[in-house]
């Protein structure tokens, strides 16, 4: 296994976000198996909106107050997870052009999860105190995978 294969190291208090990560990036898959077989719009939004509501809310909600202020709010890594967000909740939002927003979220959540994951996580653990990372496990409840959901249009 050559250097750029190894598995990341995740602090054990940032493992939640990381497991919520990948549920992220089933979404994106799903949405992607959805659109590529044609499955219509509004089937696929009510899981998106499902997840939305259930799951990434939250999740944005928690990195924003526990994890992001490790490296603080000028970090340039810091503002750009969270200009991200920015732009993913617009997109979870949009009404308009839902399969255009659908398409887009498949693209820029997975980007933003692996940006997450690869480049702003390992910069926390590297500044992240003890304390700081006991904060976190202290205030972040792991969010459930939105798996119970009765319509698998990505089958």
């Known amino acids: 296994m050559t250097k750029a294969n190894k598995p990341l190291k995740r602090a054990v208090e940032l493992q939640p976000f990381s497991r919520e990560h990948h549920h992220g990036l089933l979404l994106c898959w799903k949405i992607g198996k959805g659109l590529r077989n044609g499955v219509e719009n509004e089937r696929i939004k009510k899981y998106v909106d499902h997840f939305y509501e259930h799951s990434l ?15 603080g709010s000028e970090n340039e890594l810091v503002q750009q997870a969270l200009a991200e967000h920015r732009r993913l909740l617009r997109l979870f939002t949009e009404t308009t052009d839902v399969r255009k927003a659908l398409s887009k979220i498949e693209e820029e959540l997975d980007a933003h999860i692996r940006f997450e994951e690869r480049v702003l996580f390992p910069e926390i653990q590297k500044v992240a105190s003890k304390e700081q990372l006991q904060t976190i496990e202290q205030h972040h409840q792991e969010i459930p995978a939105c798996e119970d959901w009765d319509d698998e249009f990505w089958k």
């Open 57 to 71: 809310l939250h999740h944005f909600e928690d990195e924003e107050k526990y994890v992001f202020p490790i490296l």
